[in-house]
Nanobody
Framework: RVQLVESGGASVQSGGSLTLSCEYSGSTVRPYCMGWFRRGLMKEREGVAAIDSAGFASYADSVKGRFTISQDKAKNAIYLQMNSLKLEDTAMYYC???????????WGQGTQVTVSS
């Protein structure tokens, strides 16, 4: 089981920037891919960005060009640099293995990002 701790969420104005951090630990096996997920009120959880062990990153169309995911394997951490934030980016953000699905149950506490006009 991987322990996940997200941080960095805050309330920001539209157009602002924010960096989220995720530290993972407690597992004897390093994840092959880690990603950021989010769930806004009245919305389903959605994948935001992912990065595999080779450093290849992918993004949801809604954030591509604005968000950048990165990792520091030595620190067992991944990050999400969020720029040009929009109101629709408001959500609770979580990090998890890229393949986290309906049966995944090891979500961390998440970190709240609130974008206001």
């Amino acid at each position: 089981r991987v322990q996940l701790v997200e941080s960095g969420g805050a309330s920001v104005q539209s157009g602002g920037s924010l960096t989220l951090s995720c530290e993972y630990s407690g597992s004897t096996v390093r994840p092959y891919c880690m990603g950021w997920f989010r769930r806004g009120l009245m919305k389903e959880r959605e994948g935001v960005a992912a990065i595999d062990s080779a450093g290849f990153a992918s993004y949801a169309d809604s954030v591509k060009g604005r968000f950048t995911i990165s990792q520091d394997k030595a620190k067992n951490a991944i990050y999400l640099q969020m720029n040009s934030l929009k109101l629709e980016d408001t959500a609770m953000y979580y990090c998890a293995p890229c393949n986290a699905g309906p049966k995944y149950k090891y979500w961390g506490q998440g970190t709240q990002v609130t974008v206001s006009s």
